[in-house]
């Protein structure tokens, strides 16, 4: 078992930042690929990032590409989301999940475990 909590959502003004954490418990970690969902008011929950188990290969879903960095540190089982230059569009429940493989992070039936979701609102 995974459990996943996620901090850092808050309130920002447009073309600010926030930085996201998700702290997972258990020791298998490392043996996951991670990411980062969101659902927006009256939307399905879309996919927004993703980062391999080595760290080293990433992903992400076009409209964040150039704006939000994923990234980290197994040592600590937390996985971050920088998100820079915020848009109103952005506005959201962001989610942390884990699944087996890189691939399976940008399909909803392949998430193994998810977080409770933190907050974040981008005013205009």
């Known amino acids: 078992q995974v459990q996943l909590v996620e901090s850092g959502g808050g309130l920002v003004q447009t073309g600010g930042s926030l930085r996201l954490s998700c702290a997972a418990s258990g020791r298998t970690f490392s043996t996951y690929s991670m990411g980062w969902w969101r659902q927006s008011p009256g939307k399905e929950r879309e996919f927004v990032a993703a980062?391999?188990?080595?760290?080293?290969?990433?992903t992400y879903v076009g409209s964040v590409k150039g704006r939000f960095i994923i990234s980290r540190d197994n040592g600590k089982s937390t996985v971050f989301l920088q998100m820079n230059g915020l848009k109103p569009e952005d506005t959201g429940v962001y989610y942390c999940?884990?699944?087996?493989?890189?691939?399976?992070?940008?399909?909803?039936?392949?998430?193994?475990?998810w977080g409770q979701g933190t907050q974040v609102t981008v005013s205009s």
């Open positions: 980062i391999h188990q080595n760290g080293g290969d990433t």
């Open positions: 999940a884990a699944s087996e493989t890189l691939g399976g992070m940008t399909r909803y039936e392949a998430i193994d475990y």
